[in-house]
């Protein structure tokens, strides 16, 4: 065989390349001689070849050559490459990205959250076998000891906390028998006394705790668990008082009444929260660029016009339901217009089908009020979602192995927070309150303003990382395990309690996607009802309002302070993302994802060293 390089000759022996296997073009030369030496009638597979080399006639069409000669160039490529070899190992070059690349599409770090835990795994360790050395003990058991007092004060409080938001189930029933035109009807007189009801419940309950002097362990638990129901009642109470006003302007539309009258108007018309949307007559959202195609457009301006209700047309409308939200004594009076009557027999059609659409569930299985029992509000309660409805999807059986792995994982959490705050962070402010405290009593006014602000800023620095930590630990033991643990027990479907807010860019991002129950909560109790009287801008600043209160209530009942540092920090959330949306910083993903993240850990450890120590 004649030698493709020239010989190399060292002590007697030739030494020659590895013979190379024949070229694409060679493989390709033989199966076209192979196949024009077979003689193989029309329509007939050689058993020669067992099918996969077929030949083609010479006045076969051109399609058939060209699949023909596709499939011998595509066979000749994989024996290529199967038969490539070469002397020296190559490596394939290609164009990629690294998976940390802003513009790369790899989304698992699952690797990363394991080493996440192997991380904590062995700063837990570690801190046991300091405290062994230093005092013979693993732990120092000063937070430790706070879970055990007065317990059962917690257990009865908490009991008869949750069985006292149970008063909105028969509240509701009285409120939906009330006569149609009566004061407690939902719209007047229900509404009103389910707001003075929650307020006086959220009014106790935080009380209770100062009351019976709580450790702050258990007072963040009762109080934590104070809003997740208060939220809860909220929906429950005006979802159905919604689906309750619903119900009777169905009934009403049964009424064989002469058409135009009082009877045929509807009681309220429902707000809704798009922009480009509005209500129409009947109370159903319409939208503004339907033209002729939207049947109650040209019925306010000219009643005696013709309205188009082709079925395509009505299709249309009917495939977009109203989307419910909280209703307002404010549409009263759009009630009493008779521009807001229905009447059309067509219009009175489509909002009798809107209507009963309405009252089922989205699973088309559970209608109002057949949702009004004990059992479906007591399966409500225990539901990892604040938002009501009628019915939920569910996974057909529970996982006692997802289970018993997210509990386990509840208690190494507490666990871990409990080490990291009595370590990291109890220390810390400890120290940094002593010398506070010696500062103010032996220097002078400006002496003691410096010296303040420099322990106060020495006192964050060492504080950023354990509360990073505990933030972290926080989010996975709420919306994780918690939260998985009781999707598990009722077997809840939607699973989804949070979102890739890690990635945020801006505080609104953030807000949406690093608690979706409280997310979805607020868009829809109170971003969707005050967006129709305030607007957009308006709407957001009031969600925005409301947050921020709530989350100083928290901090103000547990360290017993009232301060109002968290409630400006979250305001001041506003104008932030103002700012990150011009034009100078908006698209800028990495800067703005550090800007968060340097945000977000600052401001932890800040509003805990202000609140304890000022």
Same mark, same amino acid.
């Given at each position: 065989?004649?030698?493709?390089?020239?010989?190399?000759?060292?002590?007697?022996?030739?030494?020659?390349?590895?013979?190379?296997?024949?070229?694409?073009?060679?493989?390709?030369?033989?199966?076209?001689?192979?196949?024009?030496?077979?003689?193989?009638?029309?329509?007939?597979?050689?058993?020669?070849?067992?099918?996969?080399?077929?030949?083609?006639?010479?006045?076969?069409?051109?399609?058939?050559?060209?699949?023909?000669?596709?499939?011998?160039?595509?066979?000749?490529?994989?024996?290529?490459?199967?038969?490539?070899?070469?002397?020296?190992?190559?490596?394939?070059?290609?164009?990629?990205?690294?998976?940390?690349?802003?513009?790369?599409?790899?989304?698992?770090?699952?690797?990363?959250?394991?080493?996440?835990?192997?991380?904590?795994?062995?700063?837990?360790?570690?801190?046991?076998?300091?405290?062994?050395?230093?005092?013979?003990?693993?732990?120092?058991?000063?937070?430790?000891?706070?879970?055990?007092?007065?317990?059962?004060?917690?257990?009865?409080?908490?009991?008869?906390?949750?069985?006292?938001?149970?008063?909105?189930?028969?509240?509701?029933?009285?409120?939906?028998?009330?006569?149609?035109?009566?004061?407690?009807?939902?719209?007047?007189?229900?509404?009103?006394?389910?707001?003075?009801?929650?307020?006086?419940?959220?009014?106790?309950?935080?009380?209770?705790?100062?009351?019976?002097?709580?450790?702050?362990?258990?007072?963040?638990?009762?109080?934590?668990?104070?809003?997740?129901?208060?939220?809860?009642?909220h929906s429950y109470a005006f979802y159905n008082g919604h689906l309750s006003e619903t119900e009777k302007r169905l009934r009403r539309l049964d009424k064989p009444t002469e058409r135009g009258t009082k009877d045929r108007s509807p009681p309220y018309i429902y707000p809704v929260a798009a922009a480009n949307r509005r209500s129409?007559?009947?109370?159903?959202?319409?939208?503004?660029?339907?033209?002729?195609?939207?049947?109650?457009?040209?019925?306010?301006?000219?009643?005696?016009?013709?309205?188009?209700?082709?079925?395509?047309?009505?299709?249309?409308?009917?495939?977009?339901?109203?989307?419910?939200?909280?209703?307002?004594?404010?549409?009263?009076?759009?009630?009493?217009?008779?521009?807001?009557?229905?009447?059309?027999?067509?219009?009175?059609?489509?909002?009798?089908?809107?209507?009963?659409?309405?009252?089922?569930?989205?699973?088309?299985?559970?209608?109002?009020?057949?949702?009004?029992?004990?059992?479906?509000?007591?399966?409500?309660?225990?539901?990892?979602?604040?938002?009501?409805?009628?019915?939920?999807?569910?996974?057909?059986?529970?996982?006692?192995?997802?289970?018993?792995?997210?509990?386990?994982?509840?208690?190494?959490?507490?666990? =871990? $927070?409990?080490?990291?705050?009595?370590? #990291?962070? !109890?220390?810390? @402010? %400890?120290?940094? /309150?002593?010398? *506070?405290?010696?500062?103010?009593?032996?220097?002078?006014?400006?002496?003691?303003?410096?010296?303040?602000?420099?322990?106060?800023?020495?006192?964050?620095?060492? =504080? $950023?990382?354990?509360?990073?930590?505990? #933030?972290? !630990?926080?989010? @996975? %033991?709420?919306? /994780?395990?918690? *939260?998985?643990?009781?999707?598990?027990?009722?077997?809840?479907?939607?699973?989804?309690?949070?979102?890739?807010?890690?990635?945020?860019?801006?505080?609104?991002?953030?807000?949406?996607?690093?608690?979706?129950?409280?997310?979805?909560?607020?868009?829809?109790?109170?971003?969707?009802?005050?967006?129709?009287?305030?607007?957009?801008?308006?709407?957001?600043?009031?969600?925005?309002?409301?947050?921020?209160?709530?989350?100083?209530?928290?901090?103000?009942?547990?360290?017993?302070?009232?301060?109002?540092?968290?409630?400006?920090?979250?305001?001041?959330?506003?104008?932030?993302?103002?700012?990150?949306?011009?034009?100078?910083?908006?698209?800028?993903?990495?800067?703005?994802?550090?800007?968060?993240?340097?945000?977000?850990?600052?401001?932890?450890?800040?509003?805990?060293?202000?609140?304890?120590?000022?």
């Amino acid at each position: 065989m004649a030698t493709t390089a020239t010989d190399i000759v060292g002590n007697g022996d030739i030494v020659r390349p590895r013979p190379r296997k024949g070229a694409v073009h060679t493989i390709l030369k033989q199966e076209s001689a192979a196949d024009s030496n077979l003689s193989i009638p029309d329509s007939t597979t050689s058993a020669a070849t067992s099918g996969r080399s077929t030949p083609v006639p010479e006045n076969a069409p051109p399609s058939t050559k060209s699949i023909s000669s596709a499939r011998k160039n595509l066979r000749a490529e994989q024996r290529e490459q199967h038969h490539r070899r070469r002397i020296f190992p190559t490596v394939d070059f290609a164009s990629r990205l690294s998976h940390f690349d802003p513009d790369s599409d790899y989304r698992d770090f699952h690797g990363f959250f394991n080493l996440f835990w192997i991380g904590l795994a062995i700063m837990g360790i570690t801190t046991m076998l300091r405290h062994m050395k230093d005092t013979g003990y693993p732990f120092t058991f000063e937070i430790w000891s706070l879970f055990t007092v007065k317990l059962w004060h917690l257990a009865v409080a908490d009991f008869l906390m949750v069985a006292s938001t149970a008063v909105s189930l028969p509240l509701h029933r009285f409120f939906r028998n009330a006569p149609q035109d009566g004061v407690w009807i939902w719209r007047r007189g229900g509404m009103a006394l389910q707001s003075v009801y929650q307020a006086a419940w959220l009014a106790v309950w935080v009380a209770v705790p100062f009351w019976l002097e709580w450790t702050w362990t258990s007072q963040v638990f009762l109080l934590l668990h104070t809003m997740v129901l208060l939220m809860k009642m909220h929906s429950y109470a005006f979802y159905n008082g919604h689906l309750s006003e619903t119900e009777k302007r169905l009934r009403r539309l049964d009424k064989p009444t002469e058409r135009g009258t009082k009877d045929r108007s509807p009681p309220y018309i429902y707000p809704v929260a798009a922009a480009n949307r509005r209500s129409s007559k009947a109370g159903i959202a319409v939208d503004l660029v339907g033209g002729e195609e939207d049947i109650h457009q040209n019925h306010a301006t000219d009643s005696s016009k013709p309205t188009p209700t082709s079925p395509g047309r009505r299709a249309k409308s009917k495939s977009a339901p109203p989307v419910p939200v909280e209703v307002t004594n404010a549409a009263d009076a759009d009630a009493k217009d008779p521009a807001h009557e229905c009447d059309s027999d067509d219009e009175i059609e489509l909002l009798r089908d809107a209507l009963a659409r309405e009252l089922t569930s989205p699973m088309g299985n559970v209608t109002y009020p057949r949702n009004l029992t004990w059992a479906n509000y007591f399966d409500y309660l225990l539901c990892p979602t604040l938002c009501y409805e009628i019915e939920y999807p569910r996974m057909p059986t529970i996982n006692w192995t997802s289970l018993i792995s997210k509990i386990v994982a509840v208690f190494g959490c507490i666990f =871990l $927070l409990t080490i990291t705050s009595e370590d #990291f962070i !109890l220390p810390v @402010l %400890v120290d940094a /309150e002593s010398r *506070l405290a010696s500062i103010q009593v032996s220097a002078t006014a400006a002496q003691s303003l410096s010296e303040t602000l420099l322990i106060l800023a020495e006192t964050i620095s060492w =504080l $950023l990382f354990p509360f990073m930590l505990t #933030f972290l !630990l926080v989010f @996975l %033991v709420i919306f /994780e395990y918690v *939260l998985g643990a009781m999707a598990e027990i009722t077997r809840f479907a939607d699973r989804r309690f949070y979102s890739d807010w890690w990635n945020s860019t801006d505080w609104m991002e953030f807000s949406r996607e690093w608690n979706i129950p409280v997310h979805a909560f607020l868009r829809r109790h109170v971003y969707s009802a005050s967006r129709p009287f305030t607007g957009r801008t308006g709407a957001t600043a009031i969600t925005f309002l409301i947050s921020a209160v709530g989350h100083e209530i928290v901090m103000a009942c547990i360290t017993k302070k009232l301060r109002g540092y968290g409630f400006i920090c979250q305001m001041l959330q506003l104008p932030i993302v103002m700012l990150q949306r011009t034009k100078w910083v908006r698209g800028r993903r990495i800067l703005n994802n550090v800007c968060f993240w340097c945000s977000m850990i600052m401001g932890l450890s800040l509003i805990c060293a202000l609140y304890v120590l000022l």
